[in-house]
């Protein structure tokens, strides 16, 4: 199994550009998360899904876009990129309200 | 709301000697309560988890967690600290009205010291 898995690794935008991020799971779990992390600030969550077609705002959802349309991915764009966006972006899954999430390796965001 | 609080941004040991990382959470009934731990430049590790039962926990690499509900604590100990320990450790709670999603603290930088 390899887990969670997140594409790219790293990715400098210029602002305003676009781009999607890509998290896949092979442990059929129905729950995803995007979560963002910035130093001192520990990490907040974006966006999340409990299910395959459903999304959900978290707690600093402005400037994203989240989509699963398949159960084992969770898509988190970003349409106008702004600086303040850049960050390292974690997709984590779980198999079911209340369990460990597994986490991803990251993707580390610049923005310009 | 569930929230957690790590009062210590920063924490120096010496290798060999004992650990103790504080955690505080606020919620009112029994809380899912998670110990993480952070490599640089890398992703988040479970050390353990605490969903409900014996108040003291046992994870992975020698760490263990107690559940204090008269403190509101959720502190995580190592009788001794190996250097390989040094990392970031966050303190997390599952929150009921966000599917679950985990809410961090801020974690505390462990520092290892010959």
């Known amino acids: 199994n390899a887990g969670v898995t997140q594409t790219p690794k790293f990715r400098v935008l210029k602002t305003g550009q676009s781009m999607t991020l890509l998290c896949a799971q092979d442990m059929n779990h129905e729950y995803m998360y995007w979560y963002r992390q910035d130093p001192g600030m520990g990490l907040r969550l974006i966006h999340y899904s409990v299910g395959e077609g459903t999304t959900a705002k978290g707690e600093v959802p402005d400037g994203y876009n989240v989509s699963r349309l398949k159960k084992q991915n969770f898509l988190l764009g970003l349409e106008s990129a702004a600086p303040s966006q850049t960050s390292v972006y974690f997709c984590?899954?779980?198999?079911?309200?209340?369990?460990?999430?597994?986490f991803g390796p990251g993707t580390r965001l610049t923005v310009l | 709301a569930q929230s957690v609080t790590q009062p210590d941004i920063h924490i120096t040991v010496s290798e060999g000697a004992s650990l103790e990382l504080r955690c505080n959470y606020s919620y009112g009934a029994t809380p899912y309560l998670f110990w993480y731990v952070q490599s640089p430049g890398q992703g988040l590790q479970l050390l353990l988890k605490?969903?409900?039962?014996?108040?003291l926990v046992q994870g992975i690499k020698g760490f263990e967690a107690e559940f204090k509900r008269s403190q509101s604590s959720f502190n995580l100990r190592k009788p001794s600290v190996h250097w390989s320990d040094a990392a970031e450790y966050f303190c997390a709670v599952g929150k009921e009205d966000s599917g679950y999603a985990l809410n961090f603290g801020k974690g505390t930088s462990l520092l290892v010291t010959p």
């Open positions: 984590a899954s779980s198999r079911d309200r209340g369990w460990e999430q597994f």
């Open positions: 605490y969903f409900s039962g014996d108040t």
